[in-house]
């Protein structure tokens, strides 16, 4: 019987009772993954790329079950010719655009900030520094796709104004969202009182908000970043939040997860940190897992899956 190697990021005994009629066995996924009789894996963060490939000659697909991809060598699978990789793309779509707006709304309400306080023993209605009104508060959303257009016609809705940065997004379509299309990334950072981050991580986004660009916000501004830490030059951001150029930020990812004593979670009283959990819902989970076995199944198949990033040469 050939093997799907999974991660923990699936229910193995549900992708087994899934995948059963293709005549496949799913084990765990541990160490690098290896095996003459492997015809899929299940990767969440675990990284393949060349030796990987060279060590599973039977491969046919490869399965990310997350929206990003940033782990997976695309440019080794064509080389390698033969398989198919995958993603899904628009699992988590609400569950993301709603973390992010609510992260905002913390952030400009002060809702973390005050609770602390008030928990430390401090009743003080400007403890968290200025609290904004949302209507006429200006959005910015860096990266339009699928997230991204979620929390734009969220924020339209509540009165913010919104304008969106996107190299890839045609700017009628944001405008056909209510959105103002930025010029450019330096143009909405000057614009916007709040920034919220959604493009993927590729070698062009890598580091995309440096001190730099923090520098072209407006004093006391709001940053949040909910879709990969290397966007974000983590150092820039606490530097910001240190000297007061930043009024607030919100990161649901972190350069090293989960925090280790070597390398904790940044700290700051103006900081809200959550544990990577923007995307999470019993109902994303449950569509997360249904969508990993379709696409394993289709693939073993002989089909095409949905949210191919790869396919084989034929």
Same mark, same amino acid.
């Given at each position: 019987m050939t093997r799907v190697l999974a991660d923990t990021a699936v229910d193995r005994d549900a992708l087994a009772a899934a995948l059963r009629p293709c005549g496949v066995a799913v084990e765990p996924l541990a160490g690098a993954p290896s095996g003459d009789d492997v015809v899929g894996v299940v990767a969440w963060e675990r990284p393949v790329g060349e030796a990987e490939l060279a060590a599973l000659p039977r491969l046919r697909v490869v399965v990310t079950p997350s929206v990003g991809y940033d782990h997976l060598d695309l440019e080794a699978a064509r080389r +390698?010719?033969?398989?198919?990789? =995958? *993603? %899904?793309? !628009?699992? =988590?779509?609400?569950?993301?655009? !709603?973390?992010?707006l609510a992260l905002v709304? /913390?952030?400009?309400?002060? @809702? @973390?900030?005050?609770?602390?306080?008030?928990?430390? &023993?401090?009743?003080?209605?400007?403890?968290?520094?200025?609290l904004r009104r949302v209507r006429g508060t200006r959005l910015g959303v860096v #990266?339009?796709?699928?997230? #991204?257009?979620?929390?734009?016609?969220?924020?339209?809705?509540?009165?913010?104004? %919104?304008?969106?940065?996107?190299?890839?997004?045609?700017?009628a379509a944001m405008r056909a969202a209510g959105v103002r299309p930025a010029g450019s990334l330096h143009d909405l950072l000057r614009a916007c009182h709040v920034v919220s981050l959604h493009a993927p991580l590729t070698d062009a986004t890598r580091g995309l908000i440096g001190a730099g660009e923090i520098a072209l916000m407006p004093p006391g501004a709001l940053l949040v970043n909910t879709a990969r830490a290397a966007l974000c030059d983590g150092g820039a951001l606490l530097a910001a939040l240190e000297?007061?150029?930043?009024? &607030?930020?919100?990161?649901? @990812?972190?350069? %090293?997860?989960? $925090?280790?004593?070597e390398d904790p979670a $940044?700290? +700051?009283?103006?900081?809200?940190?959550?544990? *990577?959990? /923007?995307?999470?819902?019993?109902?994303?989970?449950a569509e997360l897992e249904r969508r990993v076995a379709a696409a394993l199944r289709a693939a073993l198949d002989g089909g095409a899956p949905d949210g191919a990033l790869v396919a084989p040469r034929r």
């Open positions: +390698h010719g033969g398989v198919w990789v =995958c *993603h %899904v793309p !628009d699992y =988590c779509v609400d569950e993301m655009a !709603d973390t992010a709304l /913390a952030l400009m309400r002060g @809702v @973390v900030a005050l609770d602390r306080q008030v928990r430390d &023993g401090f009743w003080d209605t400007g403890g968290a520094g200025p #990266g339009f796709g699928r997230i #991204g257009a979620a929390l734009a016609a969220r924020a339209v809705a509540l009165g913010f104004e %919104v304008s969106g940065s996107d190299p890839v997004v045609d700017a000297g007061g150029r930043l009024g &607030g930020a919100a990161l649901d @990812v972190l350069d %090293v997860e989960p $925090p280790t004593p $940044p700290r +700051h009283p103006r900081l809200i940190v959550t544990p *990577h959990a /923007a995307y999470a819902s019993p109902e994303a989970d």
